[in-house]
């Protein structure tokens, strides 16, 4: 069981930056994959980006790949998102959580998430 708590959610226009945090307490954290997730208005959540436990390997989805940057620390169990160059199509509420399981993860399969944070882009 893991606590999440994603912040630094925003309003910019269109080309900005933010960066986003996720602290998680998790007892397993550093054996976990981390990922970020997205929802947008009436749509599905959709998986974003994944770190390896160690953070060797990450993963992005297509739409953001050259723009968003995934990162974690596992001393102080937090995984960050640098989004940089955001499109309209980035507005969502973005979600984090982990799993020990990239397949399990990338699929979104769990019991409990954050509260999510806010990212509205401007055209």
């Known amino acids: 069981q893991a606590e999440l708590v994603e912040s630094g959610g925003g309003q910019v226009q269109a080309g900005g930056s933010l960066r986003l945090s996720c602290a998680a307490s998790?007892?397993?954290?550093?054996?976990?994959?981390m990922g970020w997730f997205r929802q947008a208005p009436g749509k599905e959540r959709e998986f974003v980006a994944s770190?390896?436990?160690?953070?060797?390997?990450?993963n992005y989805i297509e739409a953001v790949k050259g723009r968003f940057t995934i990162s974690r620390s596992n001393t102080k169990k937090t995984m960050d998102l640098q989004m940089d160059s955001l499109k309209p199509e980035d507005t969502a509420v973005y979600y984090c959580?982990?799993?020990?399981?990239?397949?399990?993860?990338?699929?979104?399969?769990?019991?409990?998430w954050g509260q999510g944070t806010q990212v509205t882009v401007g055209s």
């Open positions: 959580n982990g799993s020990p399981n990239l397949d399990t993860l990338k699929r979104g399969v769990f019991s409990y």
């Open positions: 998790e007892q397993q954290f550093d054996n976990f994959w």
């Open positions: 770190i390896a436990w160690g953070g060797q390997v990450k």
